[in-house]
């Protein structure tokens, strides 16, 4: 029997879960190209994790929003090393959540709890949208980031008469080096691979990145028009939109591996 993705070769940008991925796909027939472009690492330093902890703690926080189901994992995890782990979960257990997504409230059911709110949309536009019915004047809230800022989500909770406190518990570092990076841009270009699978927006950030360091901008422009391109989710989709990049793949819901992988079969089998 034929499997649904025989001799398609998909390239998969994942660093987390690269190897997850790749099974899925391999169980359907596909050979996975890996590329993982972005590694998440702990933030390199405990002191502004700790203090906003504290804060949490010390029943400070009116409301916590959850970007990330990573950021809630880091943070525990840092509390795990200064022997706070249990005393987090509690603390945020009576405090009021909000969360982006499905990978936080997964996050979040993983420690025992459940969010108070979830985004009408996994998206930061989605969080503001589902906040706007609550009161925030003189509240203050913590806001778990994922990158340096987030100036929308900021800007409305400082509009709203709230106190923003943030934290980015991880960072990202380059997970693979720029010369094997620019042979995926070739090989897309030469139309040697069938589909590019993006799973977070920085990792489309360090596509870009690469390709405009090595003067390759117009090479990786032409691998992804000739590329089926997958994006987990409306966060991805919306940041290939901003840069031309036409996504082929992207669900409507369910923003998870296995869903998209599902998506992919159907889009590929056309």
């Not at 169980?27 to 702990?42: S, V």
């Not at 203050?140 to 909770?157: C, E, H």
Request: glycine fraction near 6%.
């Amino acid at each position: 029997m034929t499997l649904p993705l025989t001799n398609r070769t998909i390239a998969l940008a994942e660093g987390r879960q690269l190897e997850e991925l790749a099974a899925m796909l391999e169980k359907e027939g596909a050979t996975p190209l890996r590329c993982p472009l972005l590694a998440i690492l702990d933030a390199p330093d405990d002191t502004p994790i700790l203090a906003w902890l504290e804060q949490l703690q010390a029943g400070k926080l009116d409301w916590v929003i959850l970007l990330t189901g990573e950021g809630l994992r880091r943070l525990l995890t840092c509390a795990d090393r200064h022997g706070r782990r249990d005393a987090v979960i509690t603390a945020l257990a009576k405090t009021r959540t909000i969360t982006r997504g499905p990978k936080p409230v997964r996050a979040m059911k993983d420690v025992g709890l459940a969010p108070t709110l979830i985004a009408q949309t996994p998206t930061t536009d989605g969080v503001i949208a589902s906040m706007r019915s609550v009161e925030l004047r003189g509240l203050t809230v913590g806001v778990q980031l994922y990158s340096d800022a987030n100036p929308p989500l900021t800007q409305f909770l400082r509009d709203a008469g709230a106190t923003p406190f943030s934290v980015q518990p991880y960072v990202y570092a380059p997970a693979s080096d720029a010369e094997h990076v620019v042979g995926l841009f070739q090989r897309m270009a030469a139309g040697t691979v069938d589909a590019l699978v993006l799973t977070s927006s920085p990792q489309i950030d360090r596509l870009f990145e690469i390709a405009e360091e090595r003067q390759q901008l117009a090479l990786l422009k032409q691998g992804l028009a000739n590329t089926l391109v997958a994006a987990v989710g409306p966060i991805v989709q919306e940041n290939l939109h901003k840069r031309g990049v036409e996504v082929h793949v992207c669900p409507e819901q369910g923003f998870v591996m296995k869903n998209l992988v599902q998506h992919l079969k159907k889009a590929l089998a056309k």
